[in-house]
């Protein structure tokens, strides 16, 4: 089947930097991503959708000035948390969608101290 | 909008045991697809299954079986035979279809339920 990758599967980070995640679709082309995060305990929020070569659609109450996201190719989606803080510690995940499937990335964890 | 509801927050039962994950949806859309995914404590969701709103079929996939009923908008999931193995998180997803048929959108994911299965 199909392979998402996500790197780093973790990170730790100071508060007031900026943290980039990446999602790979390994052996397919994904022309659209999703972005989502997990808080502990809770069910996964849907971020954004992100379209490769144009801008990024994001939910109502996500911050696109905060959470950057570029889709640059048809195999990587970014997701960047600037200026992290402890309340953006949490699980990331991203999806990838190929005609009629979408897989999931294995997550990064991301602590903010 | 579209809203899905697990009632169960956690559900605790001994091996051997049957056990039903509840799932209540709500949509507009006469066309969605229903989902159901396991996140061990690894934190990677392993994928279940789909189901399409005009296939009502019920489904068994060896301990694993699904009931579909739109009259109530339910998507049920139960595991015969609990296994240690089986204590994860399981979630409930629904999406809609979009134009053209090729992609299967945003999901939409309820609040999960801890199943833990003791020995």
């Known amino acids: 089947g199909a392979v998402v990758s996500q790197h780093p599967s973790r990170v730790i980070c100071k508060s007031g930097t900026s943290v980039k995640i990446e999602c790979r679709s390994l052996?397919?082309?994904?022309?659209?991503m999703f972005w989502y995060r997990q808080f502990p305990k809770k069910s996964l929020m849907l971020m954004a959708t992100?379209?490769?070569?144009?801008?990024?659609?994001?939910e109502q109450g996500v911050e696109k000035d905060k959470f950057l996201i570029n889709h640059a190719s048809l195999t990587l989606s970014t997701l960047t948390v600037t200026s992290a803080h402890p309340e953006d510690s949490s699980f990331y995940i991203c999806?990838?969608?190929?005609?009629?499937?979408?897989?999931f990335g294995p997550g990064t964890r991301l602590t903010v101290l | 909008a579209q809203k899905v509801t697990q009632a169960q927050t956690e559900i605790s039962v001994v091996e051997k045991e049957d056990v039903t994950l509840d799932c209540v949806y709500e949509?507009?859309?006469?066309?969605?697809?229903l989902f159901w995914y396991k996140q061990p404590p690894s934190g990677e969701l392993v994928f279940l299954i789909r189901?399409?709103?005009?296939?009502?079929q019920n489904e068994i996939s060896g301990r694993y079986s699904w009931n579909f009923q739109k009259s109530t908008s339910s998507f049920n999931f139960t595991i015969t035979a609990s296994q240690v193995v089986d204590s994860a998180v399981y979630f409930c997803?629904?999406?809609?279809?979009?134009?053209?048929?090729?992609?299967?959108?945003?999901?939409?994911f309820g609040q999960g339920t801890i199943l833990t299965v003791h020995p």
């Open positions: 999806s990838a969608e190929r005609v009629n499937e979408q897989f």
């Open positions: 052996d397919f082309q994904a022309t659209t």
């Open positions: 992100s379209n490769e070569g144009s801008k990024a659609t994001y």
């Open positions: 949509t507009r859309d006469t066309t969605y697809y």
């Open positions: 189901r399409n709103s005009f296939d009502e």
């Open positions: 997803a629904l999406s809609e279809a979009q134009a053209g048929g090729t992609s299967y959108g945003k999901l939409t």
